[in-house]
Structures are given as C-alpha cells and as structure tokens.
C-alpha cells in the first residue's frame, strides 16, 4: 500500500491524475483473433491499465457481425486468463478470451468492444468535460480465404507507456502474421462514445479524437507506415492517446485489420536527465534513423550494440523478430558495462529466410528506475540475400554503405571499398519522387566520407537508394524530423 500511495503522490505532483482519473485506470488495449480448429477461432483482448485506481475488470463483453450480412451477436463474454507486468510499479497488461464459432468462415466481420473510462485529462481528447469517455476499439476480420484458414495480425511486444519530454520517444510496436500476410501501418482516429453504448457500426462512430493524436505544438513527429515505428520528441507534459491500425493484405486483397489503442504519459526529463547513447554496428544513432543491413545465406552475420547511459539503473535488452524463432534462430550474448550494457547478435540464415522483403530485427532498450521504467525501440530491417556466386558471401562488405543524420539535420555517408567502384547514390521521398543525387563517380578502395545538406528543406521518410553500375544495390531509410 505505502508503494501505490508514492506512486499516486507523483502522478498527482505531475498533474497526471484527478479523482476521476484515479478511478479511470484505463490505459488501452486490442482485440485478436487466432484460428483454433474448422470454423471455431479464439477471441482473445490484451488489456492495459495502470497500477492506481479500480481493480482490472472480471470480464469484457465483445460484439460480432458480418459486414456482408445480417449476422450480429451482442455480448459475447470473454473471462480473463492472466496478467503480466509491463512496467514495475506502473502499468500491467491483462489478457481476456473465448471461443466464438462463425456463422460464415467468408464473411467479413467487425469485433467491437467498449470499455469505461478514459482519463479526461488526456490532452488530445476533444471533449475532455464529457461524463462517458469510453475507451472502444474493433478489429476486422475474415475467417477464411480461399479455404486457407486465417488469423488476424498481433503484437510482439506490449506498448510502453513512459515518454520523457525532450528526450527522443522511439516506439516500434512490430506487429507481426501467423499466416506471412502483408502488413501496412498507419495511425487512426481513437474511438469513444458519448452516449454509452457500443454503436452497431463502431468503424462509423463520432470520434471525440483528434486525428493527428500526437502531433502537436512544439514537438517532432514522424510515423512510418513501413514497419509502424513512432518517432517523437515533444516539449509537453501530460497524458495523449495514441491508436494504431494494422492493415492485413494477401493477394493485393485488404482482409482485415487489428487496431492497438493506448495511452502515453509524458513525463519531465527531470524523471531521467541523461538519455542513453547508442552504437549499432560501431555507429552512433545520432539522429531518427531506420537502420538498413544486408544477410547471407550460409555466412555469419554479426551485429552488435552498445549502450552508454551512466544513469543508476537496471538496464537490459529485449530481443524479437523472426530471426529469433525456427530451427536456426539468432544467439545474443549481453554484457554490463561500467557506463551501460552492450549485445552481441550472432545469426548464420539458411536459404528459406531469403527475401526480398525484410525481416525486422526488433530491439528494445529498458532502464528500470525505483519508480518508473523508461525504454527506447530499435527496429533494424535485416535483408537476407542468395550467396553470389563467384563473389562470395562478402558482396555486402564489398560495397558497405553507412548512413545517419546529424543533430543538426545533414546527412552523413561512409562508403568502404575493397575495390575501385563506381558508385551513386540518389535520394527520394515516400512518394517516389527523386530528392536529388548525394554521390556520384568513381570511387577509389578505402573509406570515403560525404556530408550534404541536399536534404535539408525536407521532412518525413527518405530513401537512400545506392548502386554500383554492376548489379550492386543498397536501400537504407532514414527518418528526418
């Protein structure tokens, strides 16, 4: 008890919490479907509260109907199986579920819920005097498709609920599909309800929500639509809602969506005054960047991490991705250091893990505090090539390509040659459209170094696309504020 009543003292000392809020303990939460067997599939809710307030709920109540029909069933009951701890003394994650039979495996259907009640002190909420903030969200969802039996998108990691202003907010919530399904990301509205029920058709409910949930005055704000990671750096305190929407797609075809709806508390930098330093690969994240790298079949690749952050604190990794799971998964040796903590990952792919899509490596950064646990998301698109014959696995160091922006918005390459090359590198924006050439010639063995402010006017995702005139080519992606 003593432990809650510090807790609450600093949530109320931050403006963070009212009487209401306290009773308001709703952090957010998603809604999942996985096949079981025939036309039986489990419905299962991931729920996120705060620690303070009323206990988590016994039960929720699900609504489904077809989106192609008739068909609606009303509260359906799913019971809660267990809990976890997201963030110690702060946030937990409560997991609920059912069997549900569907009429049609064909069909389309909507799976809604709702749930009270959101904090009024949330600072992107429209109707913040309103007396039903009710926390709703749904999922889309086809059973089947062509007689394949399918499930709907879902989570690796749990969201985290910390920011601290001023310091970078970097969250990836990797998303991910039983069945291999393309994914899309994108932010979405936050749904609520002002007049306490669930509407038959949520997806045409009047939100109360501002659109652009996070963007806001006097912060830095980007999403990628590729890999769904959040790039934010705000100078406001206080509570937002954040809701992201996972789009599923097989054959060019939309079969559904999952939507991930949940709160960020952002805390002063006070709370954690020196944010830690990161070096991928032997190079400093200096800027907002989505790390592009290269794999080969049969040969070792290697990449490692350091962390230097001097704060008094537990630090640790948490490791996801595809490259984790199977027969070969990917091996990970961390150390403590004097002034932080380091990884090595070690990962020998076999020819199935060949794409031309690639595999997220997923890498989260916690320092847990006596009150609060901070974390930083490290998403790395890792593409596994066939070994080249007649060059060996090496193609990649051949033509190594490294590129960050630095703190003061200029882009930074370095180019290792094993060999004179001729090289260009041409950047474009998410639209395709060419934002100019950063490099262009022949190119002598050894490292060279280029500085351009090209790309200064603008905003948003880059791509970095190189290429040496002889079937080399190299994508990175960069995320500038």
Known sequence: MRKISVILFFLLLMGLTDAKAIQSQTMGGELIVTHVSGSQYKLQINYWRFIIGLPAPHAFQVHVRSLSSNFFAPNIVLTKDSFSVISPNYAEEHYYSALFTFPNITDRYEISTFFCCRSPLIINLFGPSSANNLLAFSTEFTPSISGVPNSSPRFYLPPEPIVLANQPYVHGPFAYDLEGDSLTFRLDTPQTNGNGYVPV?????????????????????????????TNWLTTSTGGFQHLYKVDEWRNGQKIGSVTRDFRINVLGSSFNPTPPSIFLGGNQLTGIALPQLNAYAGSVFNLTIAINDPDPSTKSFRFTGPIFQGSNPAMVTTTNTSNGISASINWTPGTSMVSSTPHMLHIRYLETTPLYTFSRDIPVMVTVLPAVAGLGNNREKENNLVAFLNEDGRLNLTLNLDEKAEMRVVAFDVQGRNLGVLMEGQYAEGQHQFISDKLAAHQGLIILRAEDGKGWQKTLKLIKP
């Open 201 to 229: 058709n949520l997806i045409n409910a009047s939100p109360f929500w501002s659109l652009s949930a996070l963007p806001i005055a006097n912060s830095i704000f980007s999403f990628d639509t590729m890999t769904g990671t």
